[in-house]
């Protein structure tokens, strides 16, 4: 309950960020008087709103009003724009819908705006209207008539442009309707500035086409889905409803089916608006009923079907001016599918149903955008068109839980694929091991014999993991034993006495490697197997090297060979230095390695290098490091084999005795591997050898 609470609380919040007011106009006309003395209009567009001169069943132009006004005086009605003129009292009476009537309204600017170049932004006005701007005629939508056959109906949004010549504006505006149930100016018009209202609405109509175009797409893209998998209806409804509400989203608000098709007939328009209005609480209802069944009862599944087929008819063969009287009744229609539903998601998230919360937090984002939307529509709301971002909110949303059965289906179809495959398997093995049971059987004592065997040969191979075991203590002991005895000696020899504590130390290190090496013994027999844990952590390369070089300086200097470490160009990268994950001792133990091999193979006199460098494959950064000797070096065909366990190539030509294991080169790449990295050998076979260590960067 607490997270269901949640859920509409967080709802209520969005919905009303959804459809919150825009500023209610602060400057209203009184008795057909617009005073904006005190405004910038061209900086601040502002709506009309206030009394306008209102003259009933009369088609005045600029002309005729003043010539009534200097004959007749001041014997003018009031009506308060924006409204229609549906209930207006007149005479006693109540007003209808139909009829014509004329408008006006004086807007006094400011000394500001005389001289700007302004603009009006008309909405859609019910049904066809004129409009005069200081008696020069600047629109006119549909044909205005005083009768329904001389009418001619059209909706457009308009933007006019016009240049005040005084401070005195003069909109006169006649309007007829016959066709719908309201008629008169139900819509704020605005003014303000050219550049202003323009860009103000062409911000709108991107807006509304990107909405547009985002509910069509998405409403395509599950009509797909269900064409490639029909046995699964949830894509089918949600994608009919998202299709239809993306084409009435052109039918409303900018009208941008009548700016991309002029000519699209107006009754066609409201007979689509109002079939998708009455279908969209079916469609909603059976996608529901497809992601969570069962929450659906029969009887409301059936009277929604009577209802929803009830006022299809209607609108379908009926003129607008009866069915746009049935838009409240609509509005309820809908508004009880959404609550009704709500209902049953409130219990599938009490049962804690998959996708059942996010269900029902945009569901009342979308319940508030079409509830505004139908008090816009019968002008209890001032706030505008809502539905499509709503909608779209509620789109997305839909579209991600269905992506998520989509991807948990594929997933449970994989699983019980691979189940079958498994079970398929053991039952062709029950079958294929009945003849073996058999046999094992009637042989019994082979199969005791063949236990024997395989008893002893997993002796032979303990021992000879044994003896493995060993050769690897062996390899990597005698170096770091050898490297502390070189610094006792300096010590003792006071080769550099200002070093002393350095070798010490350097003596110590070797100390607690060896004993690390002893307690991790089973790292050298299950390097291969991946057994073997490794201490990451995010290491500059330069600075490894650098230690790496000072610890082993003087052990390969004693060797007689000229020792070198190259990384000149990272030193200039400064922060942008490699830095590579990777556990220092074990990539110092491979890293020795190498340099063993170097050291071992390189006669007296001669050159072990290291080196760094950076290289990008494919937008990934890779530091390299290569170890490089002076030796003989290695036979081309050869180059693949020296990293196989035991393999020893002793190079011609070297005088002093080598002796090795052969276990270096293989341990030295598990360990890089194990890094995610690569180690490869380049030589000609006669001017030494380059080890080349790849790791990827962070």
């Not at 609470?5 to 009303?16: E, F, K, N, P, S």
């Not at 057994?531 to 003087?554: G, I």
């Not at 340099?595 to 290098?609: C, E, H, P, Q, Y």
Request: with cysteine.
């Amino acid at each position: 309950m607490f997270y269901i609470i949640g859920a509409v609380v967080v709802g209520l919040v969005a919905g009303y960020a959804v459809i919150s007011a825009p500023d209610s106009p602060k400057f209203q006309s009184e008795e057909g008087i617009l005073d904006l003395t005190q405004v910038h209009v061209v900086e601040n567009p502002l709506k009309l709103k206030g009394d306008w001169e209102f003259y009933w069943q009369e088609l005045l132009s600029p002309e005729d009003i003043q010539i009534r006004s200097a004959r007749d005086g001041n014997h003018v009605r009031w009506i308060s724009i924006p409204s229609s003129w549906l209930g207006y009292r007149l005479d006693g009476q109540q007003l209808n819908g139909t009829g014509f009537a004329t408008f006006q309204v004086v807007i006094k600017l400011s000394e500001q705006d005389r001289n700007e170049r302004l603009a009006l932004r008309l909405p859609t006005i019910f049904h066809a209207y004129k409009l005069w701007v200081n008696g020069e005629l600047l629109a006119e939508v549909g044909v205005v008539g005083q009768d329904k056959s001389s009418v001619t109906p059209q909706l457009a949004t308009k933007l006019v442009f016009f240049q005040p010549e005084s401070d005195r504006v003069e909109l006169v505006m006649q309007v007829a309707n016959f066709h719908h149930n309201r008629g008169g100016i139900t819509k704020y018009i605005e003014l303000g500035g050219s550049d202003a209202l323009t860009v103000r609405t062409n911000l709108k109509i991107a807006a509304e086409m990107f909405i547009t175009a985002s509910l069509l797409v998405i409403g395509v893209y599950h009509l797909l889905l269900f064409m490639l998998r029909r046995k699964d209806r949830a894509p089918l409804y949600f994608g009919l409803f998202t299709l239809l509400f993306g084409i009435r989203s052109l039918l409303v608000g900018e009208l941008m089916i009548t700016q991309l098709w002029p000519a699209f007939p107006w009754g066609l328009q409201f007979k689509l608006e109002y079939l998708i209005l009455c279908s969209g609480g079916y469609i909603i209802t059976m996608y529901f009923d497809c992601i969570f069944p069962n929450y659906v009862s029969r009887w409301f599944r059936l009277g929604t079907r009577i209802v929803t087929g009830a006022f299809c008819i209607v609108v379908a063969v009926t003129p607008a001016l009866i069915y746009s009287k049935m838009l409240l009744i609509i509005g309820v229609m809908i508004v009880l599918h959404m609550v009704y539903l709500m209902v049953g998601l409130v219990h599938a998230a009490v049962w804690r149903r998959e996708g059942a919360l996010i269900f029902l937090l945009v569901s009342v984002v979308a319940l508030f955008s079409v509830v505004n939307d139908f008090l816009y529509y019968n002008e209890w709301s001032p706030i505008g068109n809502t539905s499509p971002l709503g909608l779209l909110v509620f789109t997305i949303a839909q579209m991600m839980l269905l992506s998520s059965r989509f991807t948990r289906v594929a997933t449970n179809e994989e699983r019980i694929a691979r189940e079958l495959q498994e079970a398929n398997n053991k039952l062709t093995e029950m079958n294929t091991n009945l003849e073996q049971t058999v046999m094992e059987r009637t042989h019994a004592l082979s199969a005791a014999h063949d236990d024997l065997r395989t008893s002893y040969d997993r002796l032979l191979h303990s021992e000879q993991g044994r003896k493995k075991l060993l050769a690897y203590i062996t390899h990597d002991l005698r170096m770091p034993l050898s490297s502390m005895l070189g610094y006792v000696e300096a010590v003792q020899d006071r080769v550099k006495p200002e070093r002393n504590e350095q070798y010490l130390k350097y003596i110590q290190d070797n100390t607690i490697r060896i004993n690390r090496m002893i307690e991790e013994l089973s790292f050298l027999s299950h390097l291969e197997t991946g057994q073997v844990s490794y201490r990451m952590e995010s290491v500059h390369v330069t600075h490894f090297l650098r230690r790496f070089y000072e610890q082993y300086e003087l052990v390969v200097r004693d060797a007689e060979l000229d020792f070198r470490l190259d990384y000149s160009e990272m030193e200039d990268q400064g922060a942008n230095s490699p830095v590579v994950e990777m556990d220092t001792q074990r990539l110092e133990q491979a890293l020795f390695n190498l340099v063993s091999n170097a050291m071992k193979f390189t006669s007296r006199g001669g050159l072990v290098r290291i080196a760094l460098a950076v290289d990008e494959v494919n937008d990934n950064r890779y530091a390299i490091l290569s170890v490089q000797d002076s030796g003989t070096g290695i036979p081309p065909d050869q180059l693949e084999q020296i990293f196989d366990r035991n393999y020893r190539y002793d190079r011609p030509g070297v005088d002093k005795g080598i002796e090795g294991s052969g276990l270096g080169l293989a341990i030295c790449r598990e360990i890089v591997q194990a890094h995610a990295g690569t180690v490869r050998a380049e030589s000609d076979g006669k001017t030494g050898a380059i080890f080349y260590v790849s790791l990827p960067c962070k």
